[in-house]
């Protein structure tokens, strides 16, 4: 993995489409460029609706999901071009896209596996997030392992569909979304990756209830989700019947692939960390200067490792399962990125939100309590290791 040639650097085009984008952004961005941040809400639903105005905004520029084909909204573009809109996306200090499980997981899962129809019927609606999607794998037991899931789908023949009964777990933005992609079981008989299809499901379906969890930071970002006989129409099923694992499989590779997201974030992180460090005094402590020097170069060294995927995807290799050292190795380094930033803060880091004396107002705990859950979210660490331990380096897989 290590032995792969790196060449990136820009051809003129693609500094073109950099320059075309950083001037978009210049023109059209709700904030001021270069000094300005985007708006914080304290109130969910708020935050939705207005971000839901910016990735409008953002797809009619054309800057939301440059790789899809044209046809769906995309610029049919490679990774590449992905990749910088991500960066000047970084330098703008904008935030994550609100419908980006729509953008990143069921998009490309729709382009591999979805009909004509369904492609024409979902896809174009998804980039200017005219509607949201969630993600409905997990569930209470069955989260590492996805193919234990217990969710039925029974074939309802008169109505020419399927009727729902189950629970999900986990699911982030469900309360906003307007349809899920959905893993049930349609053959309980078959050995467990066999009996499994995957669906769309109308979130606004009679028999489907939406009920947020509270986490740790206050905010109720993720849901579980309840079917009592909801409804799904066949032609809404994706893949085969009891193909739904294969399926499944394009999701989460790209739910694992290379990170340009999580590098803008960390990028933006660490930009905001410096910063603080500065307003802090932290430079003159010798203790912190070490950590500041390592959260700069563990950031630079992601981009790196991104880089590396890229220019592997560039030239038509696939990524595979050097997915997962990218996702342990970014996991492991936010968390080290955000104790230095309570290191930073030194005793207002237990204060939370609208303490006067609390530079930041709770940012950078509230970062902190959410970056806790990375090492969990798109597969645990304990997962990763095991799928860099048997598929990259090798070693023998355990007895059962
Ligand atoms: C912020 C956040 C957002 C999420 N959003 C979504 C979403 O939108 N949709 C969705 O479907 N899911 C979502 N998830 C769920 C996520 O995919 C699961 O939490 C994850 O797959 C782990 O499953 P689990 O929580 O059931 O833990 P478990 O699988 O029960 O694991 C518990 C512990 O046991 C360890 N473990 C389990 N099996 C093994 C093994 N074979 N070897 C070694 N260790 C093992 C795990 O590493 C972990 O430490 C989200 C999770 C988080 C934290």
């Not at 460029?33 to 935050?47: M, N, V």
């Not at 509270?214 to 085969?240: C, H, K, L, M, S």
């Not at 739904?244 to 590779?253: E, K």
């Not at 410096?274 to 430079?283: K, S, T």
């Amino acid at each position: 993995m290590l032995a792969d040639a790196m060449d990136l650097s820009p051809t003129p085009e693609q500094d073109a489409f950099r320059l075309a984008c950083r001037r978009w952004l210049e023109a059209n961005l709700p904030w001021a460029y270069g000094t300005g941040f985007p708006p914080h809400f304290d109130d969910l639903a708020e935050e939705v609706a207005y971000l839901r105005d910016w990735q409008a905004q953002l797809a009619e520029g054309r800057w939301v999901g440059v790789t899809w084909p044209e046809q769906y909204g995309g610029r049919g573009a490679g990774a590449l071009l992905h990749y910088i809109v991500q960066e000047e996306l970084a330098r703008a200090r904008a935030p994550e896209l609100v419908g980006r499980i729509g953008i990143n997981l069921v998009g490309p899962t729709l382009l591999a596996h979805g009909t004509e129809e369904q492609k024409a019927r979902w896809l174009p609606d998804i980039l200017g997030a005219r509607t949201l999607w969630c993600q409905l794998f997990s569930e209470p037991d069955a989260g590492s392992d996805l193919a234990a899931l217990s969710t039925r789908a029974e074939r309802d023949e008169a109505a020419g569909g399927w009727r729902i009964t189950g629970q999900k777990v986990w699911t982030s933005y469900a309360q906003f979304a307007d349809w899920g992609l959905l893993l049930a079981r349609t053959d309980p008989t078959a050995k467990k990756q066999a009996g499994i299809t995957a669906f769309a499901l109308d979130m606004h379906a009679p028999g489907v209830e939406v009920r947020p969890l509270r986490q740790i930071t206050d905010e109720r970002d993720f849901n579980e989700v309840f079917f009592d006989g909801a409804f799904i129409p066949d032609d809404q099923r994706i893949g085969a019947e009891h193909d739904g694992w294969r399926v499944s499989q394009s999701t989460l590779t790209h739910e694992r692939g290379t990170n340009p997201r999580q590098l803008v974030i960390h990028a933006q992180l660490l930009e905001e960390l410096l910063r603080l460090a500065l307003e802090h005094g932290a430079y003159d402590d010798h203790r912190l200067q070490q950590r500041l020097a390592e959260a700069y170069v563990e950031v630079r060294l992601f981009q790196l490792h991104n880089w590396r995927s890229l220019s592997r995807i560039e030239s038509g290799k696939p990524l595979g399962p050097e997915g997962s050292a990218l996702k342990l190795y970014w996991s492991e380094m936010s968390k080290r990125l955000h104790d230095t930033a309570m290191a930073v803060l030194g005793d207002a880091a237990p204060l939370w939100w609208g303490a006067d004396d609390n530079p930041g107002g709770g940012r950078w705990q509230r970062s902190w309590l959410y970056y806790q859950s990375a090492s969990v979210f798109a597969g645990t660490n304990e997962i990763q290791r095991t799928i860099i331990g048997e598929r990259v380096l090798g070693l023998p897989r355990p007895a059962k």
